[in-house]
């Protein structure tokens, strides 16, 4: 197994500022599979169409960036990391100016599938984090660049509604590809320009994605617990939605929508959680994080009609997982330290799977069992990711983000032996 570290210009690059730029282009990246969310009915109209059409259209979003996540991901293993990021937020722009000239339902999802495929970045800035920032400090840069993706997923709806409202939503597009024009020339100029260590081909490479998971126990088990929290997540918040749209509640969408803003949560627990991470273990982080988000969840089940217990527990819970999230993931890049970025590609592609079969239950879930019976099935598969974490003996306490002391060596003897 390949587990050359990075020169130690890796444990330099990523500098303060740049950091911080990562994870606003993690957000802006993010917030662009969004866009379009709150505008179905604007869009429809412009398109002379129904917003079932609108919305078939806008799935072609979470397929591209599952696409992203196998296809793109990757390439950051393989070459400079400011000419990928760069390339991909240029293809975000052009993509993005195609869907605001759109004349029909297919140009649109088509462009909308780029858009998904190309904010896969924010995946990739992930990958950055766990190959160039210096092992003491893995998890804390991975937490910063983690919290600017939740912010993307917030500020993607809010910026997207209000812009739509303001401009329409063919100018918003427009004014969305300005910033990401801007990235690309800035991640070209301020990102490493040093290729990556991975010495098989690209065919290859995404080719063995699958079977990393039958060699690698520690990636097993934190995409298994990844997926059983995000599958909790997206069908907690997926419900919400149709909960209070639905009697005696009957909020309008842009009242439910402010639920949303609970999310701010998550993403101070993401800043958190990586300083945490690199001082107490990943393990720790995780078992708490989600000890917070099962206990939101018992009171979730019987407060949704008062609404400040119910934004507060969702914060709550929203801290928790993306606490968990960050240790979770910082273990699955310290496998591999010189080219994690085909270990994130497989677990966020199995986490993703998660979160989207979490969606489409948590949609029809309030309709067949209440509001009550899906916030269970939540907390019972965020309790079931809290037993896969306890279960698991395999990380050994090690990981440069998951490990005691977090070193390098000690990552590498236990990628060893997780090794299968």
């Known amino acids: 197994m390949e587990n050359k570290r990075v020169p130690e210009i890796s444990g330099t690059v990523l500098r303060a500022p740049i950091v911080w730029f990562m994870a606003s282009a993690a957000a802006l990246a993010t917030a662009s599979v969004y866009l379009l969310h709150p505008a179905v009915a604007e ?29 793109l991901v990757p390439l950051v293993d393989r070459f400079a990391p400011r000419t990928v990021v760069a390339a991909q937020f240029a293809a975000l722009a052009v993509a993005s100016a195609a869907g605001a000239i759109a004349g029909s339902v ?62 329409g939503w063919r100018a918003m597009l427009v004014v969305f590809a300005v910033p990401c024009i801007a990235v690309a020339a800035i991640a070209y100029s301020v990102l490493p320009a040093v290729r990556g260590g991975a010495r098989a081909g690209y065919l290859d490479t995404v080719r063995g994605i699958p079977g990393l998971f039958a060699r690698f126990a520690a990636l097993r088990w934190a995409a298994a617990r990844g997926a059983l929290w995000f599958f909790a997540f997206c069908a907690i918040w997926a419900g919400l939605a149709v909960a209070l749209s639905q009697p005696p509640y009957s909020y309008s969408p842009e009242r439910i ?10 993403v101070v627990a993401t800043r958190i959680a990586g300083s945490w991470t690199d001082r107490v273990g990943a393990r720790k982080v995780i078992l708490v994080g989600l000890a917070l988000a099962f206990a939101s969840t018992v009171v979730l089940a019987v407060a949704l009609s008062n609404t400040v217990v119910t934004l507060v527990c969702l914060g709550l819970f929203d801290a928790g997982l993306f606490a968990a999230q960050v240790a979770n993931q910082s273990t699955v890049l310290a496998i591999d330290s010189s080219a994690p970025a085909r270990f994130n590609s497989a677990y966020m592609s199995v986490y993703f799977v998660g979160g989207s079969l979490g969606t489409a239950f948590g949609a029809s879930a ?55």
């Open 366 to 420: 309030v309709g067949w069992f209440g509001w009550s019976g899906l916030v269970a099935a939540a907390a019972g598969a965020t309790a079931a990711a809290g037993m896969v974490a306890l279960a698991d003996r395999t990380r050994g306490e090690a990981g440069g983000s998951g490990s005691v002391g977090g070193h390098d060596a000690a990552a590498r003897v236990a990628a060893a032996r997780v090794e299968r």
């Open 43 to 71: 869009v429809a109209g412009s398109l002379d169409t129904s917003a079932a059409a609108i919305g078939t259209a806008l799935a072609f979003g979470p397929i591209g960036y599952l696409a992203g996540l196998v296809l």
């Open 106 to 167: 297919w140009v649109l999802g088509t462009a909308v599938g780029v858009v998904g495929a190309g904010s896969a970045v924010g995946a990739q800035l992930s990958s950055v984090a766990g190959r160039f920032a210096g092992s003491h400090r893995q998890a804390t840069v991975l937490g910063i660049v983690t919290a600017g993706i939740s912010a993307g997923i917030l500020a993607g709806r809010i910026v997207g509604g209000w812009l739509t409202e303001v401009i």
């Open 257 to 266: 929508g402010l639920y949303a803003c609970a999310g701010l949560a998550g």
